[in-house]
C-alpha cells in the first residue's frame, strides 16, 4: 500500500467514462460565465461537485462583495459527485467503536449526529429550493455474510444507543435474524441485517442545481479550465496565483474542493489524501424483481461491502438498480486501484464482479435477465481517503490564505454539505468555539494531520477477535 499511496495523482484526464447520471449532460455542463478568464479574484474554488457548488452557495449567500471564481477541469460536475452511487447513507456505525477509542465518546457521537444532519440536509434542501434531483428518503438495510461483521455491528449499535441516548434519531437501528432478512429482503445466506433511516439523490442534478442559484447569487463558473499549479505570488505574498491552461488569475484565497485529486495541486498531500478508484453500474433488475424494492441495500461481507439503491418512482428509468464498491473481490484486493486517478476505463474483473453481483446475491428471486439486457451503463469514479478516515477541512498549515475541503472517504453525501458550511464559517474568523457543538474536531485541517501516511482503508475488515473493540 505504501508504493501505491505514494503515487502522485493525475490532473483530472479528458473523455472519462459516461456516467449514468450524466446522460444526457446538463446545460451548464461546458458553461462559461465570462468568455475569458477574469485576472483577479476574492476567491478561487476549484472544484465544481457538491463540495465546491456548497460551499459557492455558502460563500456568495453572505452578500459582502466578494468576487468567488469556480474553475472545474472538465465539465460540471464531473468528479466523483456526478459519478457516486447514489446513495445517501451514513453507515456510522462502522465506524463508532474505532472512534470511541481512537477520538473519545464525545468526538464519535458527534461524527455520527454530523453525518445523519448532513444526510438530512441534503435532502431537505432539495426540497425548499424545489430540485428536480430524485431525491427519496425512507429506509436502507445493511445484509450481513460474515460472523465477525455481525458480532461487531451488535456491539456497535448497542454502544451508540448508550452514548448518544435510544431516542437520539441518528442511533435507529432494528436488526433482522437470518429469516427474517430472507423474507423482508429477499436475499438468503445471511448471519442477519440491520435496518435504519437513509436516502438516495441524483447527486449530479442536485449539484446543478446548487450551481444554478450560486449562478444567480453572482458566482464565475469556468468549465474546461484545467489548473496547472498554484502558487504564492512573489510580488504579494497574501495573494496566490492560480495558473491554469487559459491564463493565470491572482486570488486573495484559495479553496482545494478537490477530494482525490488534492495531491497534483498541493504535494504535501502526497500519501496523506490518496485517491481510490471505484467501479459502479447502473442495471436494469431481473424479471422476478419487477415489483420494486423497498429498501437501499449494502451487502457486508468480511473483508468489503457493495452498496446498491433503487430508483425511485418518478425517475428516469424508475426501478433501475445501481450498484458499486467490490473492489476488495480483485486480486490482491484491489490494491491497484489505490494511487489511480484514470477514470476513463474500468479494471475488467472488477467491471464483471459489479455487473454479476445483485443477481448472485438475489439467487433464484432474480430471474432472468431483462429482454433488453442487465447493463444499463458502467462507469467509473474517484474518490479520496485518508490516514485516520476522516476528511480535511480548514486552513492549510503554513500556507495563509489556502484553505480545503477534501478526502471523504466514499461518503460525500453525507459529509460534503455540511462541510461546506463549516468552512465558510471558518474563512469568516469563527474560532473554535462556534463549531464545538456540531463540527467534529478530528475533521479539522491540522499540521498534526499532515503526518499521518496513508496505509490502508480503515473499518472495512471483519475482526479476526472482537472483544469489545475492533481488532485488524
Not at 476567491?43 to 457538491?50: A, K, P, Q, R, W
Not at 478508484?277 to 457486508?300: D, N, W
Request: proline share 5%.
Amino acid at each position: 500500500m505504501d508504493e501505491r499511496a505514494a503515487i502522485v495523482p493525475i490532473a483530472p484526464r479528458p473523455s472519462p467514462t459516461s456516467s449514468y447520471w450524466q446522460d444526457p449532460p446538463h446545460l451548464l455542463a461546458e458553461h462559461r460565465t465570462t468568455s475569458g478568464l477574469p485576472g483577479s479574484a476574492s476567491i478561487v474554488i476549484i472544484g465544481s461537485g457538491i463540495t465546491g457548488a456548497s460551499i459557492a452557495y455558502n460563500l456568495l449567500a453572505q452578500h459582502d462583495n466578494s468576487t468567488v471564481l469556480m474553475l472545474e477541469a472538465r465539465t460540471a460536475c464531473s468528479g466523483a459527485s456526478g459519478r457516486n452511487g447514489g446513495h445517501t447513507k451514513s453507515a456510522s456505525y462502522r465506524a463508532f467503536m474505532d472512534n470511541v477509542q481512537d477520538q473519545g465518546e464525545e468526538e464519535a457521537a458527534k461524527i455520527v449526529r454530523f453525518e445523519y444532519k448532513c444526510m438530512k440536509a441534503v435532502h431537505a434542501f432539495a426540497r425548499e429550493h424545489s430540485l428536480e434531483c430524485d431525491s427519496w428518503e425512507g429506509e436502507t438495510v445493511d445484509i450481513v455474510y460474515d460472523h465477525g461483521q455481525w458480532v461487531r455491528a451488535q456491539k456497535a449499535i448497542s454502544e451508540m444507543k448508550r452514548i448518544l441516548g435510544d431516542d437520539d434519531p441518528a442511533a435507529q437501528h432494528k436488526f433482522h435474524d437470518a429469516s427474517e432478512t430472507e423474507d423482508l429482503f429477499l436475499v438468503g445466506g445471511a448471519q442477519g441485517s440491520v435496518s435504519y433511516e437513509a436516502g438516495s439523490i441524483n447527486a449530479y442534478k442536485f449539484v446543478i442545481g446548487v450551481l444554478e442559484l450560486a449562478l444567480d447569487r453572482g458566482l464565475n463558473f469556468q468549465t474546461n479550465t484545467l489548473v496547472l499549479s498554484i502558487d504564492r505570488s512573489e510580488t504579494d505574498r497574501n495573494s496566490w496565483i492560480v495558473k491554469t491552461l487559459r491564463g493565470s488569475i491572482r486570488a486573495e484565497r484559495v479553496i482545494l474542493a478537490t477530494n482525490g485529486y488534492t495531491s497534483n495541486l498541493y504535494p504535501p498531500a502526497r500519501g496523506i489524501i490518496v485517491p481510490l478508484r471505484g467501479t459502479v453500474a447502473a442495471m436494469r433488475p431481473g424479471r422476478s424483481l419487477k415489483e420494486g424494492l423497498q429498501s437501499t441495500y449494502s451487502f457486508i461481507y468480511g473483508n468489503g461491502y457493495e452498496y446498491m439503491i433503487f430508483r425511485p418512482a418518478g425517475s428516469t428509468f424508475a426501478g433501475d438498480l445501481v450498484i458499486g464498491g467490490c473492489s476488495t473481490k480483485a486480486p490482491k484486493e484491489g490494491l491497484y486501484e489505490w494511487g489511480t486517478t484514470d477514470d476513463t476505463t474500468t479494471d475488467p474483473e472488477i467491471a464483471q464482479y459489479v455487473r454479476d453481483s445483485a443477481a448472485e446475491y438475489f439467487g433464484p428471486r432474480w430471474g432472468e435477465d431483462h429482454p433488453s439486457g442487465r447493463i444499463r451503463k458502467q462507469w467509473t469514479g474517484i474518490m479520496g481517503y485518508s490516514s485516520q478516515g476522516f476528511p480535511l477541512v480548514g486552513s492549510v498549515p503554513d500556507e495563509p490564505g489556502l484553505w480545503i475541503a477534501a478526502s471523504f472517504q466514499g461518503s460525500g453525501m453525507v459529509l460534503c454539505f455540511h462541510t461546506a458550511q463549516a468552512l465558510v464559517t471558518m474563512m469568516n474568523g469563527g474560532d473554535d468555539k462556534r463549531f464545538d457543538g456540531w463540527f467534529p474536531r478530528p475533521f479539522r485541517m491540522s499540521e498534526n494531520r499532515l503526518k499521518h501516511k496513508f496505509h490502508g482503508r480503515l473499518h472495512e475488515k471483519s475482526p479476526m477477535n472482537f472483544e469489545g473493540h475492533h481488532q485488524l
